[in-house]
């Protein structure tokens, strides 16, 4: 029993590398900068406009030069504000509670479902501009320090403004360690230094100029900013919430801008006719073409969806819009021929090549492209640190991706009464590659700072990849055993997986459900598994399903390839994996410097440094899904009225409590900044015997 659950061992901290110079890059400018307003023929044929009237291009050309004032540049303008006595008007202005959908509890086996736990946010606003009406139409006064007649808190959010160069450090520190979609940086991040965006300021605001610029900032603005006294508070969530998706909705309308031919609405032959893509205007990052940001912008935003506001569709629909552009660029395809911006085409194609894979797992669809097709010849980033991390990444993608499609499957073919050979022969396939891996998985080293800043070796980004990595292939492998391990099972409220449902009897019943018939099962010897199979991740050809036999239900425990005590080991192992990976996934380090853990948002805030870009973070809700299985049948047959366990079983309860609790705080710290993460740390928590003050 011992054998069957051992963790991986816990992670060591060596010295860390001296520090690398943290002198700023030099930005290249525009001779002449970009003006803020082009006329429309320019517009529609991507010429560089001087701003004058006529301009130097449509005089040289002989053609009528029209302006129309933009929506976009410079700063916005805001309306006369308030005195402090309107605040409370104000506050009752904001939008209501219901921005929240309301969330009922799951029951265990439900967290295997589609998008389990995620909390999701209705929208509320359907543009950027109604949602900067709603945040500075009218504003507080700043209230005098000492003049105030009572303490109002006032929420602010972590913006950046419109300075490129102070948002492209806060990525390299908060989001490229887990989402490298960028190329590595020129050096150590410099100190984080937002400024703190209140709804009482009353000076203007500097909105981010490009798509990508603008997303990221939507990402950064969620995590709370140091220099808010309570951002656990109410006030403070929703103006985050509120300022993020700002952001967000303006990055989409930034991309659509970037994309419009004004021009089209009056002469549509001319515009079609006109080929030139080229557009003016600085770029975000000085190694990345500007045709990219908007690639990148809809990457970001798909991870923004599945998080922060719990949108299955839409976070496919990003990844998916990402994924058209991409291949139109022909990203996907080897280019032998370097130049500056090779590195940051092969990061744009392959995270892209994550994210609309990751819409296919968290939705548990089939992806909408063929993502083991032989045209995807790009080449794999590179990482000094770690040449191999990527294509490790990628590979356990893959295998996850192909677990997900198994499931599918299975489903499918249980639901019609069909043959079940192909697809227990396609789980011995899976078990049979992903045993190896996850085998050389645990003899990854783990002896890393989990606070070491990003430099431009990325070692911190390697070890992320590598605990992701291990993440996704232990997952893949509960996906495979799981339905074996755990199958006869009837206590669902709903249908989830296609699974058995409880009787509404019991559905209605306040009573929890026991899983008695899971755990008093024959404990029978597996066959042998072929272990020189040369299957691959890239699902099968599918056979049509058999037509229905008697309705969907069978009507007895198919004969899986795996007893049950093996496949329930085996989820075991691999969920205890997952939690020893999620501690070892390094943090946000924001000073700039290398310290000792943890590492706080501010120097008098209790809020350890939030990770982000969870977009795996299903791979949590498959853990806990099997840690309380095996708990609850540890105690169907070892009941603590005994008082007479043996050490094994008390040593297995404590390895369940503590993969329990590393997933519950892994959770707990990624609901810092994403709002649909905290319905999966909810689910989780209720499930969970906490130690006293855990959490606060």
């Not at 085409?345 to 939705?363: A, E, F, K, L």
Request: aromatic letters at 8%; a negative charge; one cysteine or more.
């Amino acid at each position: 029993m011992a054998e069957t659950v051992d963790a991986v061992n816990a992670v060591n901290a060596i010295d860390a590398p001296p520090r690398f110079s943290s002198a700023a890059p030099v930005r290249k400018k525009f001779a002449v900068p970009p003006v803020k307003i082009a006329c429309l023929s320019c517009r529609a044929s991507r010429t560089r406009c001087n701003g004058e009237h006529p301009c130097a291009s449509c005089v040289t050309k002989d053609r009528e030069c029209v302006y129309k004032p933009s929506r976009r540049g410079g700063p916005r303008i805001r309306k006369k504000s308030r005195p402090l006595s309107d605040y409370h008007d104000l506050a009752t202005s904001l939008p209501p509670k219901t921005e929240e959908i309301p969330q009922h509890g799951l029951l265990v086996e439900e967290y295997i479902g589609p998008g389990a736990g995620l909390k999701s946010l209705a929208d509320v606003f359907q543009d950027s501009d109604a949602i900067y009406d709603h945040l500075f139409q009218s504003p507080v006064d700043d209230p005098p320090f000492n003049d105030s007649p009572f303490n109002v808190h006032v929420p602010v959010a972590r913006s950046y403004g419109n300075d490129d160069r102070a948002i492209l450090n806060a990525y390299y520190i908060w989001i490229h360690p887990y989402f490298p979609i960028l190329p590595p940086p020129e050096q150590v991040p410099s100190l984080d230094q937002p400024f703190a965006l209140s709804e009482t300021q009353s000076d203007g605001f500097q909105e981010p100029s490009s798509a990508a610029s603008l997303a990221i900032s939507a990402i950064l603005a969620l995590i709370p900013c140091p220099l808010d006294p309570n951002p656990s508070s109410e006030g403070s969530i929703r103006w985050r919430r509120t300022y993020s998706q700002f952001l967000a909705k303006a990055a989409l309308e930034s991309i659509e801008n970037e994309n419009e031919r004004p021009e089209s609405s009056v002469d549509p032959s001319k515009a079609l006719d006109d080929s030139d893509d080229e557009m003016f205007r600085e770029k975000f990052h000085p190694s990345v073409p500007l045709e990219l940001e908007s690639i990148i912008a809809l990457d970001l935003l798909s991870v923004y969806e599945y998080a922060q506001r719990g949108n299955l569709k839409k976070m496919r629909a990003r990844a998916g819009a990402a994924l058209v552009a991409a291949m139109s660029l022909f990203l996907h395809t080897r280019n032998d021929v370097e130049d500056e911006y090779s590195e940051a085409r092969r990061r744009t194609w392959w995270m892209t090549y994550i994210c609309v894979c990751q819409g296919s797992i968290v939705s548990n669809t089939a992806p909408t492209f063929e993502v083991f097709g032989s045209s995807y010849t790009a080449r794999y980033p590179t990482i000094q640190a770690d040449p191999q991390a990527w294509p490790t990444f990628v590979r356990a993608q893959q295998a996850i991706l192909a677990a997900t499609q198994f499931v599918i499957d299975f489903n499918k073919v249980r639901k019609t009464g069909g043959d079940m050979a192909r697809i227990f022969a396609r789980m011995r396939e899976l078990e049979a590659l992903l045993e190896p891996l996850i085998t050389q998985s645990e003899t990854w080293p783990a002896n890393y700072l989990l606070t070491q800043p990003v430099d431009r070796s990325e070692a911190v980004l390697a070890n992320a990849l590598r605990c992701m990595s291990r993440i996704k292939l232990n997952s893949a492998r509960i996906k495979v055993h799981r339905y074996c391990a755990f199958f006869d099972i009837a206590v669902f409220s709903s249908k989830h997986c296609d699974l058995a449902t409880l009787p509404k009897t019991e559905v209605d019943s306040s009573e929890p459900q026991r899983l008695g018939a899971c755990c008093m099962t024959t404990l029978h010897s597996p066959p042998s598994v072929c272990s020189h199979s040369t299957g691959s991740l890239s699902p099968g050809a599918s056979d049509s399903p058999s037509p229905k036999v008697n309705g969907y239900e069978q009507p007895y425990l198919p004969d899986f390839p795996f007893s049950r005590h093996e496949s329930s080991r085996i989820c075991l192992k691999a969920a205890l994996n997952i939690a020893s990976s999620f501690d070892a996934m390094p943090y946000p380090n924001p000073t700039g410097e290398y310290c000792e853990t943890p590492i706080y948002l501010g120097s008098r805030s209790t809020f350890i440094t939030p990770r982000t870009m969870p977009s795996f973070a299903c791979c949590a809700m498959q853990c806990s899904y099997a840690l309380l299985m095996v708990k609850d049948r540890t105690e169907t047959i070892y009941p603590r009225s005994n008082g007479n366990n043996s050490i094994l079983v008390d040593n297995l309860r404590d390895r369940l409590q503590q993969g329990l609790l590393s997933v519950l705080a892994t959770l707990e710290n990624y609901a810092t900044a994403f709002e649909a993460l905290g319905g999966m740390r909810d689910q989780i928590r209720d499930k969970v015997d906490l130690p006293f003050n855990f959490g606060t």
